[in-house]
């Protein structure tokens, strides 16, 4: 009853800027975290950003911190990751994804660990590549 699409991918050089999108569909819940994960050929699929419902908490991998911004466009219904200052390491497929957390998340640093697994997804888009040349 969800679905997920990204856009906005391409090929870049490094320190260039990309955002992306995710537009989301159908049936969603206030108690729930739109998040991002990557993953690079021959790696596992790991977790970038995530953003509460309304908009008001966000959570971010190390490897991103201070780089990327994870934010909400509503009138759009839709989740973006804005890029800056890119990296060859970057490079992969982006993926979008929901979790619903069963409990409010109203603080950044309530965010769950738990929320940020591949497994713990209840909902992930086709996923949209991004890669960055040196």
């Known amino acids: 009853q969800v679905q997920l699409v990204e856009s906005g991918g391409g090929l870049v050089q490094a320190g260039d800027s990309l955002r992306l999108s995710c537009a989301a569909s159908?049936?969603?819940?206030?108690?729930?975290?739109m998040n991002w994960f990557r993953q690079a050929p021959g790696k596992e699929r790991e977790f970038v950003a995530a953003v509460s419902w309304n908009g008001s908490s966000t959570y971010y991998a190390d490897s991103v911190k201070g780089r990327f911004t994870i934010f909400r466009d509503d009138p759009k219904n839709t989740v973006n990751l804005q890029m800056n200052s890119l990296k060859p390491e970057d490079t992969a497929v982006y993926y979008c994804?929901?979790?619903?957390?069963?409990?409010?998340?109203?603080?950044?640093?309530?965010?769950?660990?738990?929320?940020?697994?591949?497994?713990?997804?209840?909902?992930w888009g086709q996923g949209t590549q991004v890669t960055v040349s040196s």
């Open positions: 994804a929901q979790v619903f957390t069963q409990v409010p998340w109203v603080k950044d640093g309530d965010y769950q660990s738990s929320w940020s697994t591949v497994a713990s997804q209840d909902y």
């Open positions: 159908g049936r969603t819940f206030s108690w729930s975290a």
